[in-house]
């Protein structure tokens, strides 16, 4: 796995994007070649090869949104085939654009691009089929054995057994309870913790997750310092289930484990870096988007009786309540008979406009105002009601840790998980929030607010 944007990326990942963008930037320095005799200095003297570069990152953009680095395992061939056809029919009109607004200096010449892309199509997908045959085979997955069945490692197994591209492969385990089940997600149980060495020496792992329920004169420290000592990487379970499932587990989380973290996120100075940006990007998006939202109020106003605007209570940054703007989607006064309620599937409550506002997340847009007078970052955990934050806090162990940021318009658990009505969807994305606010820092913001573009394009996770 490699790090990257405070987010563990598997190595294979990262090989099939470099190899894909240097596929594909060969096969239009090819086909420039053998449309254009002059080629060299076309490539060279005429910035040919930035129009090329400039290019390539359009149809890897394609590609990214398209989860296509995401999910790279192939199933369908035909529907691999679909996807590429889309993402090059788009650079195709991305290039039409900047010709007719006579961007010159980034348009390649017609037939490089029709014989280029034609290439593109052959050679791109069917180097996407023979790596992900080929390439865990060649180069193999990291072998982690598991010491113990918590809830942690049970999910780490899971995942790692159902998603392979992630490079880890899951050797078996090992248990001194009598309960514990003979197969852990297809991983097997290997024997007894006091048979460490001996499966250490049959399976050579790369790796050994510790994941006991209880350690209590059960765990051989001594044995596993000598392991470490000798090579063999040691890790807690909530240290694999982190990098693996991307959030922080909570039912088996120690406090202390925050406490003493070398790289707790929030610090007075990443906050007011924060605070700067997402007050510039508020600003900008406002003057760039008061079009659309124009658009969008009008037809709220048209659609339905009501305000234009729904005002609402939610609680921000140490506990401290603000009120928080969006594009009313909802029939005007829906919670008088119910009160404070979770919006649910098909919510009758939600207008008929509301609901494409609410896929396309174009209620979220008066919530810049909420950014530029401090109240919210562009990027944190979901401000949640005051109603509700009192009871999940009481349900919820560290729930109120979430509080020690401001909320955003859009976050980490927002691109990962769907909304949700139930504890254990709440309980779900507050992991998510936990390793936002473990891990917060410029470069995943970045990385959040270009997913969140893509979740917003496709109108997934909302309700």
């Not at 149809?59 to 999910?71: H, R, V």
């Not at 510039?280 to 003057?287: E, N, P, S, T, Y």
Request: net charge positive; glycine share 6%.
């Amino acid at each position: 796995m490699i790090r990257l944007f405070k987010v563990s990326i598997p190595s294979a990942a990262v090989a099939l994007i470099l190899s894909e963008a240097i596929l594909l930037f060969s096969c239009y320095v090819l086909a420039e070649y053998w449309t254009d005799i002059s080629a060299p200095v076309e490539l060279i003297d005429d910035n040919g090869l930035w129009k090329i570069g400039a290019l390539v990152l359009v149809i890897m953009i394609g590609l990214y949104f398209f989860d296509l680095y995401e999910n790279y395992r192939v199933t369908s061939r035909m529907e691999l085939i679909q996807q590429y056809c889309i993402v090059l029919g788009v650079a195709f009109l991305v290039q039409a654009i900047l010709n007719y607004g006579h961007r010159n200096g980034l348009v390649l010449a017609k037939w490089t691009m029709v014989y280029g892309s034609t290439l593109a199509l052959v050679l791109v997908p069917g180097w996407r089929i023979v790596f992900t045959r080929f390439m865990w085979h060649a180069v193999g997955a990291r072998k982690l054995l598991f010491i113990g069945t918590s809830a942690a490692v049970r999910d780490v197994v899971h995942r790692i057994c159902d998603k392979r591209e992630l490079g880890l492969a899951a050797v078996g385990f090992l248990d001194n309870d009598a309960a514990a089940p003979e197969k852990l997600y297809g991983a097997p149980r290997l024997g007894m913790i006091g048979d460490l060495d001996a499966v250490v020496a049959a399976q050579r792992p790369d790796a050994i997750v510790v994941g006991m329920t209880e350690r209590r004169q059960n765990l051989p420290v001594e044995r596993l310092l000598d392991l470490r000592l000798s090579g063999i990487y040691i890790e807690d379970a909530t240290t694999t289930y982190e990098t693996v499932m991307r959030r922080v587990s909570v039912r088996d989380l120690r406090p202390s484990q925050l406490i003493f973290s070398a790289e707790l996120g929030p610090s007075t100075k990443r906050i007011a870096l924060q605070s700067g940006y997402s007050f510039l990007i508020a600003l900008v998006g406002l003057i760039i988007l008061l079009p659309v939202m124009l658009i969008v109020a009008i037809l709220v106003k048209l659609t339905s009786p009501g305000p234009i605007l729904f005002r609402q209570k939610r609680t921000g940054m140490n506990g401290v309540p603000f009120t928080i703007y969006k594009f009313r989607s909802m029939n005007a006064n829906a919670e008088a008979k119910t009160g404070a309620v979770w919006a649910t599937k098909d919510d009758p409550r939600i207008t008929p406009i509301g609901k494409w506002l609410r896929k396309l997340r174009l209620d979220e847009l008066p919530q810049l105002f909420n950014v530029i007078r401090g109240d919210m970052s562009i990027v944190g955990p979901r401000p949640e009601r005051p109603e509700f934050v009192s009871v999940l806090q009481e349900k919820i162990p560290y729930y109120r840790q979430r509080l020690c940021v401001k909320p955003g318009i859009t976050g980490w658990a927002q691109i990962n998980h769907k909304y949700g009505d139930t504890i254990e969807d709440t309980m779900i994305k507050l992991e998510y929030d936990l390793y936002y606010i473990k891990h917060l820092a410029w470069s995943l913001d970045v990385y959040i607010i270009f997913h969140t573009i893509k979740t917003m394009l496709f109108a997934r996770g909302a309700q």
